[in-house]
């Protein structure tokens, strides 16, 4: 079984502490819908878990219905950290599912097909990772706006979701981060600490994260709505 983690817990900062950005309209849906979509459509996804923001439990299931993502097994109440979130989801998953897709619900662009990518590829290597090759030019700036040295970008990649894994090592690594007090802004994060490789897939810059304002209209326009 394969199934995906829909995270939309999280804190809006760029957009305003009152903002919950998953549930702001992007077109004639949320910004959610469109992620939940994907994964409904995906054939390779057969269930999905969907971790939001406790006082969005009940919102989320009446988007779920009006919208028809049957995928859609489990709504639950995430936690302050996106690595608790990721965890209450892989808790809840099934005994028989062995891959597992974490996405970030703030990504409404996902395609079905991006999704599948990285599922064959964790089949195969253990992990699939969607990503981009960095094309600007990266400085290191240590403190203030003083320049200490440009990165060299051929070895760069900016790092998205989906981030696809098998479901025991996925756990594993997160439990032995949990133990050693990490805090990790992604899933691929805990492999790195866990000394496992992550193995990257190509994904497109239009698979954008709706982090200000400007980036809906962008969505927008990407999505066609």
């Not at 809006?12 to 469109?34: E, H, I, T």
């Not at 003083?146 to 051929?154: A, E, G, I, Q, Y």
């Not at 994904?203 to 962008?218: F, H």
Request: with cysteine; proline share 3%.
């Amino acid at each position: 079984m394969n199934y995906g983690v829909v995270v939309a817990a999280g804190q809006s900062k760029r957009m305003g502490q009152q903002v919950d950005k998953a549930f702001l309209s992007l077109g004639n849906m949320p910004v959610l819908a469109y992620s939940l979509g994907a994964f409904e459509k995906c054939q390779d996804i057969d269930g999905v878990v969907l971790v939001v923001r406790k006082d969005r439990v009940e919102s989320a299931w009446a988007m779920v219905r009006m919208y028809g993502f049957t995928k859609v097994k489990s709504v639950l109440a995430g936690g302050a950290m996106r690595q608790t979130s990721v965890s209450i989801g892989l808790k809840a998953l099934r005994e028989d599912v062995q891959i597992v897709s974490v996405h970030d619900g703030a990504r409404p662009c996902v395609t079905p097909q991006l999704i599948s990518d990285t599922i064959k590829i964790a089949k195969r290597y253990g992990s699939g990772v969607a990503g981009v090759p960095l094309s600007d030019t990266v400085k290191y700036v240590e403190r203030g706006l003083t320049v200490k040295k440009t990165l060299d970008r051929n070895k760069l990649w900016a790092v998205q979701t989906p981030q696809t894994f098998r479901l025991d090592l996925l756990r594993d690594a997160m439990a032995s981060a949990s133990r050693k007090k990490k805090t990790l802004t992604d899933e691929a994060s805990a492999l790195e600490l866990y000394r496992k490789e992550v193995r990257l897939v190509q994904a497109s810059v239009a698979n954008i994260k709706i982090t200000a304002p400007d980036d809906l209209m962008l969505a927008a326009a990407i999505l066609k709505v």
